[in-house]
């Protein structure tokens, strides 16, 4: 059973600073992963969608990573904005056409502080 | 584009009593539909999968009896929670595929309350 796992589950930092959220799978063979924002008592914003056959992918100040063979994905924030606080989720599809539902990690939880 | 809604966004209920939750795509038609369901501090977890026209399929755990799915157009599902009790108390979001394609856009969820 696929296990998806986010490190840190927390971070707060001063504004202005490059992050890096991790994400971690247990099962190599995805079809597709997707990093999400959620604002507290929301839905999901679909942030970035990284297909299985691509090693990246880039909007705005984000950038997510994809090294399927190592079960891991990052998602990187330039220049962190108090606007970016919320919590990120990362989430892999398993079959092709997306036929499956998405399993999801806890998320981290990011605060930037102004 | 790609945009679904939920309806209702928040409902408060008594113990015993059913739910219903709607799920529309509104600009595209979505041949499956993914029903997620979100306990406090915790990550999304599927409940079942729907598809248009057949029974969803459910998740080890979810009783089928509890959660009634339908999804009887190609932009509506719906999830009725029977006899809801405390414990149901969540927040469910549903999302969606369009036909060949792979990417699933997401409501904005429904905050269930039971008291």
């Known amino acids: 059973k696929q296990e998806v796992t986010q490190i840190p589950a927390a971070l707060s930092v001063p504004e202005g600073e490059n992050l890096v959220l991790n994400c971690s799978f247990t099962d190599s063979a995805i079809y597709n992963l997707q990093w999400f924002r959620q604002d507290p008592g929301k839905g999901l914003t679909s942030l970035l969608l990284i297909q299985s056959s691509q090693r990246e992918q880039t909007s705005g100040r984000l950038n997510a990573s994809l090294d399927k ?25 398993q079959r092709g056409g997306g036929a499956d539902g998405l399993t999801f990690g806890k998320g981290t939880h990011l605060i930037i502080q102004p | ?92 979001i549903c999302s969606a595929i369009a036909g060949g394609r792979f990417e699933q856009f997401f409501g904005p969820g429904t905050r269930l309350t039971v008291l």
């Open chain 1, 69 to 93: 063979s190592s079960g891991r994905s990052t998602l990187y924030i330039a220049a962190s904005q108090p606007g970016d606080s919320a919590t990120y989720l990362c989430a892999v599809g």
């Open chain 2, 1 to 92: 584009g790609a945009v679904v809604s939920q309806h209702p966004s928040r409902v408060i209920c008594k113990s015993g009593t059913s739910v219903k939750i709607e799920c529309r795509s509104l600009d595209f038609q979505a041949t499956t539909m993914f029903w997620y369901r979100q306990f406090p501090k915790q990550s999304l977890m599927l409940m079942a999968t729907s598809n248009e026209g057949s029974k969803a399929t459910y998740e080890q755990g979810v009783e089928k009896d509890k959660f009634l799915i339908n999804h009887a157009s190609l932009t509506l599902s719906t999830l009725t929670v029977t006899s809801a009790h405390p414990e149901d108390s969540s927040f469910y």
